[in-house]
């Protein structure tokens, strides 16, 4: 199912455009329901939210509109951006594929079930050349990427964990499963307008807890495990996938 785009003021409305969103919309390969949990998504709060996306993978999802697979696309092409113009930089390696399979670099745990796929590994960092370090980009809004440097400028080693939880555990997920316990996050706006970077260390706690979540969502067979709110209007219940399979009628237990 397309979502509809939203109808705008007729000025406004440009048709070669509306048609190339259509083409966009038929041409959509980002809808890959995976059939595994993803160390992208570990660091979601509600571990219900999780539970529905492992075990009830593709029950209702809708494909993305044209909107939504432009900024994606907008943020695959900054992190091809950063990754050329690292490489241009003396002293710097980074690798993006398995050199074993010539696919992208990935780490997994219980029989698949759980898995990521590393951005890259990256080596020659100008503040620490000797080291390898798993790499992450992202692509974020003004606002978004304003908040990153005010959590840099007061703690670079807690700024990732303050600035974005999901980010953080998929980090310490990444450097736990790799062995490559450093991470170096590149963070920019569209068009890789402003960019800035921080590193975070890895933390065993934090990673054996991740682990342990992830056993608690694929071992829970049966039934769902507790949602983060019972009230539907809860701002992280609203725009939630699986809003509402959670909150129908009648409504599941709490």
Same mark, same amino acid.
């Given at each position: 199912m397309v979502l509809p785009m939203a109808k705008m003021p007729k000025n406004l409305y440009d048709p070669t455009l509306a048609e190339v969103?259509?083409?966009?919309?038929?041409?959509?390969?980002?809808?890959?329901?995976?059939?595994?949990?993803?160390?992208?998504?570990i660091g979601i709060e509600c571990e219900r939210r999780l539970w529905?996306?492992?075990?009830?993978?593709?029950?209702?999802?809708?494909?993305?509109?044209?909107?939504?697979?432009?900024?994606?696309?907008?943020?695959?092409d900054a992190e091809a951006t950063?990754?050329?113009?690292?490489?241009?930089? &003396? +002293? $710097?390696?980074?690798?993006?594929?398995?050199?074993?399979?010539?696919?992208?670099?990935?780490? /997994?745990?219980?029989?698949?079930?759980?898995?990521?796929?590393?951005?890259?590994v990256i080596r020659g960092l100008v503040n620490d050349p000797s080291?390898?370090?798993?790499?992450?980009?992202k692509c974020v809004n003004e606002k978004k990427f304003a908040s990153f440097l005010a959590k840099k400028d007061i703690d670079e080693a807690g700024a990732l964990r303050a600035w974005d939880a999901i980010y953080y555990a998929q980090a310490q997920a990444y450097m736990g499963y790799s062995g490559i316990h450093r991470h170096y996050l590149t963070v920019c706006t &569209? +068009? $890789?307008?402003?960019?800035?970077?921080?590193?975070?260390?890895?933390?065993?706690?934090?990673? /054996?807890?991740?682990?342990?979540?992830?056993?608690?969502?694929?071992?829970a067979k049966s039934y769902p495990l507790s949602r983060i709110s019972n009230d539907p209007s809860w701002h992280q219940c609203k725009f939630c996938p699986?809003?509402?399979?959670c909150h129908g009628t009648p409504p599941l237990p709490a």
């Open positions: 969103d259509r083409a966009i919309e038929r041409n959509d390969e980002e809808l890959v329901v995976r059939r595994y949990l993803g160390m992208s998504s529905y996306a492992y075990h009830e993978a593709g029950v209702g999802i809708t494909k993305n509109d044209a909107a939504s697979i432009r900024i994606f696309q907008s943020g695959h950063i990754a050329r113009l690292l490489r241009q930089t &003396p +002293g $710097v390696t980074l690798s993006v594929t398995d050199p074993k399979t010539g696919g992208q670099l990935g780490v /997994e745990d219980f029989d698949g079930e759980f898995r990521g796929h590393l951005d890259g080291n390898d370090y798993v790499w992450e980009a &569209p +068009g $890789v307008r402003q960019w800035n970077a921080v590193i975070t260390p890895f933390d065993l706690d934090t990673f /054996e807890a991740i682990r342990s979540k992830a056993a608690r969502i694929i071992n699986s809003h509402d399979r």
